[in-house]
């Protein structure tokens, strides 16, 4: 793997997981596969567990971590192409990177979309021109149309849980729901974008989104998904539900409905298979899942973050691999 931007960089994406299966149960075993080597992680924008899940990852395989909020701490960066810069940009992008990649063996960059310009954030401009300028191995640890180190989390921890659970899942497939709910600003569809890339890519599931009218997401990435605006009907037999608020896609970044009747709650739980209930994180409580969801068995979302180091370390191997 020479990048991780999304689904198209995974050759198999079920060996990746199962990389990260292994990770999990023996976390040391490569332990000087990153020996001087480093890493640099960007934050544009704030982060907990993918900061501190990719930190952990690189310093489980021997690699060393610098984490740079640039942010909040670093120059503001330009990155339009032939740009006057008499505004508030301080250094182009273009003189930045190639120093990064002077400086790191991989770089991790994280930068969240605007949502004022549906245009200018599904370019993902920063991302490519990160990847054009620096040189060496870029990892998104999101971006502004997508997560998919979260993604790949995520179906470590759907395949987890059907492998414990081998007698009741035999010669069926899961059925995976994906469901909007309610918050209190505008997010990103990143998370939706691309557990719906993710899934569909995968195809060992049958993945259902639901969300209320409006919320459609873009159909570069649902494609191969049914699609319902009735939410006890998705959650009909469900084997996981995957919580999740977005903003509109195509009236982009807007809060349209906001129906609390769209929060996980355990009486809506009681329609699916005793599904396992998974959320990113963090999670606005008793908005978009309720306290007894949340704190009940259900809930493997724990179980899910706690993951989020295995993936990290299954890409980085993947990536130390193809770089001398
Ligand atoms: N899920 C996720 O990406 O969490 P952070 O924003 O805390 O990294």
Request: net charge negative.
């Amino acid at each position: 793997m020479k990048q991780f931007i999304s689904v198209h960089d995974v050759p198999d994406i079920n060996a990746l997981v199962q990389k990260a299966l292994a990770c999990k149960a023996a976390p040391y075993k490569n332990k000087t596969l990153g020996i001087n080597k480093r890493i640099g992680c960007l934050f544009l924008n704030p982060s907990m567990r993918t900061r501190l899940s990719t930190q952990i990852a690189a310093q489980n395989l021997g690699m060393e971590a610098i984490v740079f909020n640039v942010g909040q701490e670093g120059w503001a960066l330009e990155f339009e192409e032939e740009a006057i810069m008499s505004g508030n940009t301080v250094e182009h992008v273009k003189d930045a990177a190639p120093i990064m990649g002077k400086y790191f063996d991989i770089l991790a960059i994280r930068t969240f979309p605007s949502l004022k310009n549906k245009d200018d954030d599904y370019s993902e401009l920063y991302m490519k021109q990160f990847i054009k300028y620096a040189g060496i191995p870029v990892v998104s640890l999101e971006s502004a149309t997508l997560h998919p180190l979260q993604s790949l989390t995520d179906l470590i921890t759907i395949t987890e849980s059907l492998q414990n659970a081998p007698s009741q899942n035999v010669g069926k497939r899961p059925k995976v729901v994906l469901t909007w709910a309610p918050h209190v600003k505008p997010l990103p569809q990143c998370v939706a974008n691309s557990f719906s890339q993710w899934m569909n890519a995968w195809g060992e599931a049958d993945f259902v989104i639901t969300h209320p009218e409006d919320y459609e997401l873009s159909q570069e990435f649902t494609n191969g998904a049914t699609i319902t605006h009735n939410q006890d009907e998705a959650l009909k037999d469900a084997d996981f539900v995957y919580v999740k608020n977005w903003s509109t896609y195509n009236d982009y970044g807007k809060i349209y409905c906001n129906d609390p009747g769209w929060m996980l709650t355990n009486k809506k739980l009681a329609y699916t298979n005793n599904a396992k209930v998974m959320h990113c994180l963090p999670v606005r409580r008793n908005v978009e899942l309720s306290d007894e969801v949340l704190d009940g068995p259900n809930s493997i979302i724990t179980q899910e973050a706690g993951n989020r180091v295995w993936a990290a370390q299954a890409v980085l191997s993947e990536i130390l691999g193809n770089i001398s």
